[in-house]
Nanobody, 118 residues
Framework: QVQLVESGGGLVQPGGSLRLSCAAS????????MYWVRQAPGKGLEWVSSIEPSGGDKFYATSVKGRFTISRDNAKNTLFLQMTSQISEDTAVYYC???????????WGQGTQVTVSS
């Protein structure tokens, strides 16, 4: 059974940092592209970042480039998103997703809420 379980969300002040984690099981994690996608209140899904299976190539949306860092630990089947210099526009539910190839989303987690507010 495939599972993607996000954790690490919460309330953070503007300018602060949070680190999200996504624990994966039930599939060959090291063979999959991994993604972070977010959904702000009242808006659609927004792609945030991607990382290729070996962890070498990483891609970011313009809105988070320079502030967020995606990484993965294939030995521990875990995906991370380090978020820094956060702004109110980062408030959203953050989902991790897995895909068998680029731009394919096969599996989704249930999401973790991130709220940026003073």
């Amino acid at each position: 059974q495939v599972q993607l379980v996000e954790s690490g969300g919460g309330l953070v002040q503007p300018g602060g940092s949070l680190r999200l984690s996504c624990a994966a099981s039930g599939f060959t994690f090291s063979a999959y592209w991994m993604y972070w996608v977010r959904q702000a209140p009242g808006k659609g899904l927004e792609w945030v970042s991607s990382i290729e299976p070996s962890g070498g190539d990483k891609f970011y949306a313009t809105s988070v480039k320079g502030r967020f860092t995606i990484s993965r630990d294939n030995a521990k089947n875990t995906l991370f998103l380090q978020m820094t210099s956060q702004i109110s526009e980062d408030t959203a539910v953050y989902y991790c997703a897995a895909g068998s190839s680029w731009s394919i989303y096969d599996y989704w987690g249930q999401g973790t809420q991130v709220t940026v507010s003073s």
